[in-house]
């Protein structure tokens, strides 16, 4: 029963969260900045609309939507949130997550290919480059984790004795993890410095130009997918900062969901003082992730014993 | 065996019923269709039986030019091996019947199903045969009549440049595998399989790498795989499917099959497969990656899925090496399970390419487009082959790609080598796993979908009943595999059961896992299946409406502005440049009104420059310096040979 009521909640909240950010980078260029619960408005406006369809696109076009946003829905079935156990879990089921968001992915991609529009295929080309190399980063968390503490599934590796977070034996080593989990998190999420969401020009974009011609609850399922998949990363990040191990559920809940938010206006004040790297760099930068956990399995062999 | 030789014998008769009837186009095709079939499902049940009750492995041997004994063994490693021989290849004729659809080539259509017959008896050999002449002799006949298989098109120029070029690569290898036997030989004296294990192990270390370089370059080993990109696309595409599919994994049957002979738990063997798994894994993908024509680039997605299955069988070696009971078993279950697996999303891959090959008339990605709607099964078919192919649940491919990162996982408890081993192993799989995604997202994005690039491709129209059928038979495989694994991976498990060192695990645990797995699979499609209907629900009554692509401002696209595969692959390429050099051939804008302007650019395989530039021309000029000898007078030659016996009977 908390299961459920804990992942209906985080569902509800994802896109309240997301509107932080958005407000947190009005608030630093000196605006007022939308409501609070501008994406739940959004979705709703989206949610009423119908839609168009291009003349070139099949029903793969269709078919992107809704298979990136279960995708995400999964992973999220599988996530403990604020040290409660999530509707489902096994031993291995990181894999097969991690998977299924690739597969959301090669539908989103071939979605946008199916457009036959020139800019689509740029972002397509791009968000598949990329993300071949922020999924690299993720493996080799999933191993630093299996050898720290033998976990193979997200339930085990933040709940129970041996959960791993900051307070553990192995911390200095998850510095380094949060540090290149945050990069994935901005590539994953296309923000800032890697995407833009925000500009004006297609040619520069890479999620957004891939779903210009979707519409109408199409979009809205991709919106909310986006904000699922923020959520995701910004739990994961969560759960290594602060083991959940009070007795009050709820105080549990709020100081999690206050870390959520903190990690998002952190996302926010990235997006605010920094420019998006010129697509070449963007390599770099996620590959910067890689080394830092790459690193820190390397340091493993002395101290993991 | 009776069953297992009736078989083969049905099949050659299908093979040799052509010959004889080619003047009756249709007939000759239907009845090589049945006789092969017929002849395949009577060796898959056998072949099945064996593994489903396991026991005492069948033998068989007959005398042979009274020097040699012809002996056969069917194990559980044969006969996990014959299922996909038996399986692939009659659906592959099947799907010929209207591949090859010129009466005026009759009689060649007719050698060439004669050679398939050929080819699929000489695989299934083998996978049986239990000593070296046995062994080299079905080996031989399976390159040859392969050879003659690749050649169909001979006209053809680049038909014959591709079917020398594998003849070398076939017979470059078998010397070196006749070599490891030979070695073997000096040490046991005799031809059998069993005295393997008691030559020194020193020597068993030379042996290995000499049949893993023989067999490796069957199977398409980097840099061994120079071949495969040129062999399939030449050969006819249900060819290309049974030698994609089936005969490459041969090369990885003999690797098996010299370590299970040779009995040795060293480090080295493992270290030495592992790696160069991950190399051919990672560079066969940037190629694939990185080529536009469609079956040049299956070919090279092959040498990433050989490059998959060996780090399988590197991380097993390993596992038996360090004595961990998992690593070992999953590693190497994991690799037969991605040898099944792959011989069904291959083959399925290569005909779709068929397919569009024989209505669009070309092979480029570049020129492509737009083929889902004009040719539905094809394009459905393919989507759901590159879904496999890409390792993706809820398909076949990610369950052999689990079992091998699970044996990986079980490894990175180890201490210094074998840890960072185990570690690169999953790291390449993601690497591996992520740049599949995007090479098949190309093929079926760019090719499938969008608009048609060329009027060929806008054309194109569905192909025949029997390449649908074959196709969606094969489609609805991949997607079974996936949503219901468990008696496919306790098939594999069977399959490993007569492998030394390994087999004493006990699965059951996983079998957890694995169930849950399928829980997970089946609860995405429910999951799915809920979210269309609500999408459904939320269109109800909604205006739809249809309209041209936003074209962000710009009112005039024409379809030649859609992304290409060159264009796509780019950036990707870019980041792995010092192995993968791309040659760009631009004539460049230099007057004020620029006449015609041509643009050429081209993925260099490092490997095929390489060879040819370090060991081809010198060899080439250290030969030359022989030419003398050649100068063409009979007599001389005949001399020679005297000379030759002369000189063996008095020294030897």
């Known amino acids: 029963m908390e299961s459920i009521v804990s992942f209906c909640f985080a569902i509800l909240a994802a896109p309240l969260l997301s509107a932080i950010i958005m407000k947190v980078k009005a608030y630093i260029a000196g605006r007022k900045g939308p409501p609070i619960l501008i994406k739940y408005y959004t979705l709703a406006k989206l949610f009423k609309k119908g839609s168009v369809y291009s003349t070139s696109s099949s ?8 298979v990136s946003f279960c995708s995400v829905l999964m992973v999220l079935l599988f996530f403990p949130f604020a040290g409660i156990k999530p509707l489902l879990s096994f031993h291995g089921d990181v894999i097969i997550l991690l998977y299924l968001m690739g597969l959301g992915r090669f539908f989103t991609i071939i979605a946008a290919l199916d457009t036959a529009s020139p800019f689509e295929g740029m972002g397509a080309a791009r968000e598949a480059y990329f993300s071949t190399l922020a999924e690299a980063t993720l493996f080799v968390i999933l191993l630093l984790f299996f050898r720290l503490n033998g976990a193979f599934s997200f339930a085990a590796f933040f709940t129970g004795p041996t959960a791993i977070n900051l307070w553990s034996p192995a911390a200095s080593l998850l510095l380094l993890v949060i540090v290149a989990l945050f990069v994935v998190l901005l590539t994953e999420n296309s923000r800032v410095p890697v995407d833009d969401p925000a500009t004006h020009l297609e040619l520069t974009m890479i999620h957004e130009v891939m779903i210009l011609d979707h519409s109408g609850p199409d979009l809205a399922l991709i919106e909310l997918g986006a904000y699922l998949k923020l959520f995701f990363y910004s739990a994961f990040i969560t759960c290594l900062l602060y083991p959940f191990q009070l007795d009050n559920v709820y105080l549990n809940g709020l100081i999690f969901y206050g870390i959520m938010g903190l990690i998002y206006v952190l996302v926010g004040i990235t997006e605010s003082i920094m420019a998006r790297y010129k697509m070449n760099l963007v390599p770099k930068f996620i590959l910067t992730s890689f080394a830092l956990v790459f690193f820190a399995t390397i340091l493993t062999m002395e101290f993991v014993q | 065996m009776d069953t297992f030789f009736l078989s083969l014998a049905v099949i050659i008769c299908g093979g040799v019923l052509p010959l004889i009837m080619h003047r009756h186009f249709t007939i000759m095709k239907a ?28 033998t068989y041997s007959l005398p042979w030019l009274h020097i040699f004994t012809l002996s056969f063994q069917m194990d559980s490693i044969s006969a996990f091996f014959l299922v996909p021989i038996f399986i692939i290849s009659p659906l592959a004729v099947l799907y010929s019947f209207h591949y090859m659809e010129k009466p005026e080539h009759s009689f060649r259509t007719a050698i060439n199903y004669f050679f398939n017959a050929i080819l699929i008896v000489s695989m299934a050999l083998v996978a049986c045969a239990d000593n070296i002449p046995t062994f080299a002799l079905a080996w031989e006949i399976m390159s040859i009549s392969s050879y003659f298989l690749v050649v169909y098109d001979y006209q053809n120029k680049e038909t014959r440049q591709a079917g020398y070029l594998y003849f070398i690569f076939a017979q470059g290898g078998a010397m070196f595998l006749f070599a490891a036997f030979a070695l073997i030989y000096c040490y046991t004296g005799s031809f059998a399989f069993t005295g393997f294990a008691a030559i020194p192990d020193t020597v068993k270390l030379v042996v290995f790498v000499l049949a893993f370089i023989g067999f490796g370059s069957k199977a398409g080993i980097f840099p061994l795989h120079i071949w495969l990109p040129y062999a399939h696309p ?38 030495i497969v592992l790696i160069v798994g991950m190399v051919t894994g990672v560079l066969g993908v940037v190629y694939a990656l990185g080529n536009q024509d469609v079956k040049k680039l299956l070919a090279y997605s092959s040498v990433e899925n050989i490059g998959i299955i060996l780090i399988g069988l590197g991380v097993g070696m390993i596992g038996v090496a360090s004595g961990t009971d998992a690593m070992a078993f999953f590693g190497f279950a994991g690799a037969f399970m991605h040898v099944f697996n792959h011989s069904i999303f291959k083959s399925l891959l290569f005909m779709g390419a068929g397919a569009v090959l024989h209505k669009a008339k070309t092979r480029s990605i570049d020129q492509l487009g737009g083929l889902l709607k004009r040719m539905p099964v094809t394009g459905r078919t393919f989507l759901v082959g590159s879904l496999a192919i890409s390792g993706l649940p809820p398909f076949s491919g990610f369950i052999g790609e689990f079992l091998i990162y699970y044996a990986s996982f079980q490894g990175i408890h180890l201490q210094r080598t074998a840890f960072i081993l185990s570690a690169l192993a999953i790291i390449s799989l993601a690497v ?12 079926v994005g760019l090719a499938f979908l969008g608009e048609p690039r060329t009027d060929k491709a806008a054309h194109a129209s569905e192909v025949g009943f029997s390449m649908k059928l074959t196709m969606i038979f094969l489609a609805a495989a991949c997607l079974l595999i996936g949503i219901l694994p468990e008696p496919f991976v306790r098939l594999a498990f069977r399959g490993i059961a007569d492998l030394p060192l390994v087999g004493t695990y006990n699965p059951d645990i996983f079998m957890d896992i694995l169930r849950n797995i399928a829980k997970t699979a089946a609860l995405f499609i429910a999951l799915f299946l809920a979210v269309s209907i609500l999408r459904k629900l939320l269109y109800w009554r909604k205006e ?12 005039r696209p024409t379809v030649r502005m859609q992304y290409t595969g060159t264009s796509y692959a780019a950036s990707m390429i870019d980041f792995y440049r010092p192995f993968v050099p791309v040659k760009t051939l631009y004539s460049g804008i230099r007057k004020i009104f620029p006449g015609q302007t041509t643009y050429h650019t081209e993925v260099i395989d490092v490997a095929e420059t390489n060879m040819h530039g370090k060991i081809v021309r010198p060899l080439f000029k250290l030969l030359q310096m022989l030419h003398w000898i050649q100068h063409g007078h009979i007599q001389l030659y005949i001399g020679y040979i005297v000379l030759t016996i002369v000189v063996m009977l008095l020294f030897l």
């Open chain 2, 31 to 58: 009845g090589c269709c049945v006789l092969i079939a017929a002849g395949c499902m009577l060796g898959f049940i056998d072949a099945l039986s064996l593994l489903l009750h396991p026991g005492v492995a069948a």
């Open chain 2, 544 to 555: 739809v409406s249809a309209g041209p692509t936003w074209g962000c401002g710009f009112t």
């Open chain 2, 432 to 443: 591996i796993g992520g740049l599949a995604t995007a090479c098949f997202t190309k093929v």
């Open chain 1, 59 to 66: 029903f793969v076009f269709k078919l992107g939507p809704v």
């Open chain 2, 234 to 271: 030449a050969a006819p595409s249900h060819i290309s499917a049974v030698m994609s599919g089936v005969m490459i994994k041969m090369g990885i049957y003999g690797i098996i099959r010299i370590y299970a002979l040779l009995a040795v738990p060293s480090m080295i063997f493992g270290q």
